[in-house]
């Protein structure tokens, strides 16, 4: 006997919306999740992505809201979701199962304006029934001392796997610290690593499981990858939009922000109807841009791993991820926008040479491999060496010209203008006969090493030969006989012990009161201007002029000692 949602005996209220909103045979997770629930139990649920996991807590929450009522009280319900987006559609969702109900819910996210700030700290100053909110956020809201959370009933964790990826796990932690113990704790995600399993055994009491096809996509999508050069990747998405004019919504993913720009300019100017969704748009124009893809009035969504959780568009024909995911989950997120509820769609990846491992990994959790991408009439795929010949964007200049200058000269070592250096497989240029090759260097001759003069030895550490009893030449005898003559080496000028600093300040006055008897003004180097030396004449070999001063001179500088000017 199949199960039914009046099979769950919800409050007479919430059974209205839902009949109202044609809801009539819960999903899998939905079946095993509400009765738990219903009963005050924890759960760990794991679903894939599209399997109804937000109704699976909200509709047994809201039909025990609406059958103990407490008007005048705090925040009784709590979920944390970790983007605008999913809280904003978690709202929705409450705001249409409670439609005949008293239950109060206010979201709230980050990334709007002066107003909305306003209005959310008046929701948690006064109380709503049900909280969402991000976790950044309302982290911001607990450091300035707003909003009271000692009255939660339920705290409800959706896609855990996905906060922890995104770093949120200790505001997490900090918010469940502000918490009361005793408490009913949900946490749902679509894949269950090791750090979400810890995270549940530390704020979970006793938890039921439930495990419902855990990361593996839905049979009705039909999976295709299409290999390609990643130079190639902008030209082929066009081409095959073009030819596939009978979809109409259709969400591309890029893994970067930048990607998501340039995709979304380069669709643009194709003259296809795109709008597109990252972290830098503020929140009212991604909820413009979500509008319109919803409403139908763009065909194509460009966005990033921002909208592969958790957001339920209807009607999506096909994903395409225009780079692989760097994670197998995030494949699952990604494809799982499409084929949801009762109907089909396709999934397409394009993958370069480069993403091969990525797509191995994929197929490893899917234990299966990727179907190619079948013929399309019309449809002209280039060969990843077809592709690479193309000088990729703001690739590296040519090796022929260094630094990219035009008309610059080959490497030495090279018999070719424009050639690329060094030869493949060789440390070192080749050597190349005088005059072979353009650029070939000759040879330059060894220099000869001076011979020794007759009379002296020609070889390293032979000795002079001493004739007939004479000194050998260039041996100084015993009283110097035969040694040249030595210019007798001048001692320098000492300065007197003492205090030399007080010796050189005493000179330079006499020299200056010397000066001032002579009316002649000094130089820089102590000589008066008038003993300038005439042109032609070395200027060290100007007379000096007298010093009359019971002190000693002083020492004169070093380049004047240095040309014989201070004998």
């Known amino acids: ?8 005996n919800f409050h007479p209220s919430v059974a209205e919306g839902l009949d109202v909103m044609g809801y009539t045979k819960p999903t899998p997770i939905q079946q095993q999740s509400i009765p738990i ?10 679903a894939q992505t599209g399997t109804g996991k937000t109704a699976a807590f909200l509709l047994p929450i809201l039909s025990k809201l609406a059958s103990d009522p407490k ?16 809280v904003m559609q978690i709202d929705q969702q409450i705001e249409g199962f409670s439609y005949y109900t008293n239950v109060s819910s206010r979201a709230v996210y980050g990334g709007n304006d002066g107003g909305q700030w306003g209005l959310q700290r008046q929701a948690l100053d006064q109380g709503a029934d049900i909280l969402v909110a991000t976790p950044g956020r309302l982290i911001q809201f607990l450091q300035l001392g707003i909003g009271v959370l000692s009255g939660v009933e339920t705290l409800i964790l959706d896609e ?66 299409l290999r390609v050069d990643s130079t190639a990747k902008y030209t082929v998405l066009k081409n095959f ?26 669709l643009h100017r194709a003259q296809f109807d795109v709008v ?26 460009v966005a990033t791993d921002i909208l592969a959780r958790g957001i339920d568009i209807d009607d999506i024909q096909m994903v395409i991820n225009f780079s692989v995911p760097n994670s197998p989950e995030s494949y699952v997120h990604r494809v799982g926008r499409t084929a949801r509820a009762d109907s089909d769609g396709e999934a397409l990846t394009l993958c370069s040479p480069p993403e091969d491992y990525l797509l191995r990994d994929i197929e490893k959790l899917l234990e299966k491999q990727i179907d190619s991408l079948p013929e399309i009439e019309g449809f002209v795929v280039p060969t990843p060496t077809e592709s690479a010949e193309r ?10 010209a260094r630094g990219g200058q035009k008309g610059a000269k080959p490497r030495s070592g090279t018999g070719q203008a424009g050639g690329k250096g060094r030869p ?23 220099r000869r090493k001076p011979q020794p003069k007759e009379g002296q030895g020609s070889g390293q550490g032979t000795q002079p030969q001493k004739v007939d009893g004479a000194q050998p030449a260039g041996v100084p005898g015993p009283k110097g006989e035969g040694a040249p003559e030595r210019r007798p080496r001048r001692k320098p000028n000492r300065r007197p012990r003492g205090n030399q600093g007080e010796g050189r300040a005493e000179g330079q006055r006499a020299e200056q009161k010397s000066g001032e008897r002579q009316g002649s003004p000094r130089r820089g180097d102590g000589r008066p201007r008038s003993a300038q030396a005439p042109a032609g004449q070395n200027p060290a070999d100007a007379p000096r002029p007298q010093v009359e001063s019971a002190e000693k001179p002083v020492k004169r500088s070093f380049l004047r000692r240095l040309f014989g000017g201070d004998k």
């Not at 629930?37 to 794991?46: F, K, L, P, T, W």
């Open 276 to 301: 597109e969704i990252h972290a830098d748009l503020d929140q009212k124009e991604r909820e413009d841009a979500l509008g319109r893809f919803r409403t139908h009035q763009a065909r194509i969504l």
């Open 1 to 8: 006997m199949e199960i039914q949602f009046k099979d769950f």
């Open 391 to 400: 000088k990729p964007r703001g690739g590296r200049p040519s090796q022929g």
């Open 160 to 225: 855990a796997d996905r906060m922890l990826d995104m770093g949120f796990m200790p505001d997490i932690k900090r918010i469940v610290s502000k918490l009361p113990s005793e408490r009913q704790t949900l946490l749902f995600s679509a894949t269950m690593p090791r750090e979400v399993r810890k995270l549940a055994d530390t704020i979970l009491h006793e938890p039921q499981s439930i495990n419902i096809a855990v990361s593996k996509p839905a049979e009705k999508i039909k999976q295709y990858v």
């Open 424 to 446: 493949s497989g060789e440390g070192k240029p080749q050597e190349h006969a005088p005059g072979e090759g353009q650029g070939a260097k000759k040879k330059r001759k060894p």
């Open 71 to 86: 008007p005048n009280s705090s925040t009784r319900v709590l979920i944390i979701a970790p983007t605008r987006e999913l």
């Open 241 to 266: 939009l073009s030819l596939r004019t009978e979809l109409q919504s259709v969400i591309i993913f890029a893994e970067r922000k930048v990607e998501v720009r340039e995709l979304a300019r380069t």
């Open 37 to 46: 629930i219903m009963e005050g139990h924890d759960i760990v649920g794991c």
